[in-house]
């Protein structure tokens, strides 16, 4: 296990994209190791990490001790406005390089084709969800990276920044198998989002507190 002590934050890099990958396919099937069953393990960082570090580099940053890079946190103030982003500056390229595989299929399904329908048909946030919480994050660690307060520090970090550029509302999906995540969420604040509807993700969100003047 890791010492938060003997870890740095600091926002990413070029050089780190590549951490970023591995970190989000080791943790992408619910806080679990998503190789075994994906063909392109770059696909879930091209989703839930790297873009952000891209495009809103001052929302991101990473974890890294002597052994190197054990986990990030990443997110942007408004969903909306991102999710445009994502569309038009970050999908197209890998749209160009990968096969359309049609509609969402269910998580069941298996394969590479339920993330390439995510970057193909992008799903947006349910209004329900970005209403009261526009602002939104990812987070993921590396096993050896858990149990030690590292989480913890990393939300903070992300929330005392995005309270600093005016956040006052955010939130997280997290898959409803991951009770590991859910748990963690909920320790650090976080409450189900009961407006979100009956969808296949756990909404989670927090109202960001602002220190009066």
Known sequence: MAHTSDIILRHPTSADHEALYHISVVTGDAGRDA??????HSLVGAIYSVPYAVMEPGLSWVAEDAEGILGFVVGTLDTRTFEERLDKEWYPDIRARTEDPGPL?????????????????????????????????????????RGAGLGRRLFETWAEAARAHGANGVHIGASKRNAPGIAFW???????????GDTSAMW??????????
């Open 186 to 196: 909920r320790a650090v604040g976080f409450e189900p989002i009961t407006s979100a």
């Open 204 to 213: 989670m969100g927090q109202r960001l507190q602002h220190s009066a003047s």
């Open 105 to 145: 299929p269910p998580k069941s399904a298996g394969g590479d084709a339920r993330e390439l329908a995510l970057i193909h048909h992008p799903v947006k946030v349910p209004e329900g969800v970005v209403s009261d919480h526009p602002a939104h994050m990812h987070m993921n660690l590396l096993p050896r990276a």
């Open 35 to 40: 190789r075994p069953h994906l063909k392109d």
